[in-house]
C-alpha cells in the first residue's frame, strides 16, 4: 500500500535559516505529492503540490521537487521566518484515485525563534 | 474562502455515551468529505469517505457501526461515535472537497478533540 515517511522532529531553527524537511514515499504508479501545513488552532492547508516527476511546487517561499528516482519530496525554505511555525505534513494522492484519497506522513513541528 | 468548521472543538463524554461531530463547509458545496482520525505525534488515518446523498465508504479496519456517517447535504457531514470507549479518544479532522474526479483539492476543519472518560 502507499506510505509517507518524514524526518522527525520537532526541528528548531533561528530566522532567516535554511529549512529541510525531508519526505519519502512509497506508492504504485505515478502519484501526486503534496505539502500541507497546519497552523496553531487552524485546519490543514495545502501549502504546496507536485503531480509529476520532477515538477517543482513552490508556494510563501516554500519549495519541493518531485523526485521519481529517490522517491522523495523534500520540502525547503531558504530563510524561515517565526510566522512559519506550524506543523508541516507530506501526502500523496495516488493516480487514479477518483476522490483525490490523502496519505498522509506523521508531520514534522517546525519552531522558529526570532 | 473555502472555509470548513467543526463543532465542537472539543468534547468530553462518559464512557458509553454517544457524540455527534459535525463538519461544515462555510462557503462552498462539498460534494465529498472526508473524515480523519490523529493519534498524538502519529498521521492522519482516513476514516472514510462520504458523499451527498449516498452511504459513506470506509477504510478498511473502521467499524462502521461505531462510527455513523451521515453527509445529508452540501454543505454538512456529521461523524457519530456511538457507544464511545476511551480507546476512541483521539483527535478527529474533517475535509470537504468539490467534484468527484481527478483530484480536488481538499478543505481542513481545525479539528474536534474528544475525551471519553
Known amino acids: 500500500g502507499n506510505s509517507v515517511t518524514q524526518m522527525e522532529g520537532p526541528v528548531t531553527l533561528s530566522e532567516e535559516a535554511f529549512l529541510t524537511i525531508n519526505c519519502t514515499y512509497t506508492?504504485?504508479?505515478?502519484?501526486?505529492l503534496f505539502w500541507y501545513v497546519q497552523y496553531p488552532g487552524e485546519g490543514l492547508q495545502l501549502l504546496l503540490k507536485?503531480?509529476?516527476?520532477?515538477d517543482k511546487g513552490s508556494n510563501k517561499g516554500f519549495e519541493a521537487t518531485y523526485r521519481k528516482e529517490t522517491t522523495s519530496f523534500h520540502l525547503e525554505k531558504g530563510s524561515v521566518q517565526v510566522s512559519d511555525s506550524a506543523v508541516y505534513f507530506c501526502?500523496?494522492?495516488?493516480?487514479?484515485?477518483?476522490?483525490?484519497?490523502?496519505?498522509f506522513g506523521q508531520g514534522t513541528i517546525l519552531t522558529v525563534h526570532p | 474562502g473555502a472555509v470548513v468548521s467543526q463543532h465542537p472543538s472539543w468534547v468530553i463524554c462518559k464512557s458509553g455515551t454517544s457524540v455527534k461531530i459535525e463538519c461544515r463547509s462555510l462557503?462552498?458545496?462539498?460534494?465529498?468529505m472526508f473524515w480523519y482520525r490523529q493519534f498524538p505525534k502519529q498521521s492522519l488515518m482516513l476514516m472514510a469517505t462520504?458523499?451527498?446523498?449516498?452511504?459513506?465508504?470506509?477504510e478498511q479496519g473502521v467499524e462502521k457501526d461505531k462510527f455513523l456517517i451521515n453527509h445529508a447535504s452540501l454543505t454538512l457531514s456529521t461523524l457519530t461515535v456511538t457507544s464511545a470507549h476511551p480507546e476512541d479518544s483521539s483527535f478527529y479532522i474533517c475535509?470537504?472537497?468539490?467534484?468527484?474526479?481527478?483530484?480536488?483539492?481538499?478543505?481542513f476543519g481545525p479539528g474536534t478533540r474528544l475525551t471519553v472518560l
Open positions: 475535509s470537504a472537497a468539490t467534484g468527484t474526479s481527478g483530484f480536488n483539492e481538499q478543505f
Open positions: 506508492a504504485t504508479g505515478y502519484p501526486s
Open positions: 507536485a503531480t509529476k516527476a520532477d
Open positions: 501526502a500523496l494522492s495516488s493516480q487514479g484515485t477518483s476522490y483525490g484519497k490523502l496519505t
Open positions: 462557503d462552498f458545496q462539498a460534494t465529498t
Open positions: 462520504s458523499n451527498e446523498g449516498s452511504k459513506a465508504t470506509y
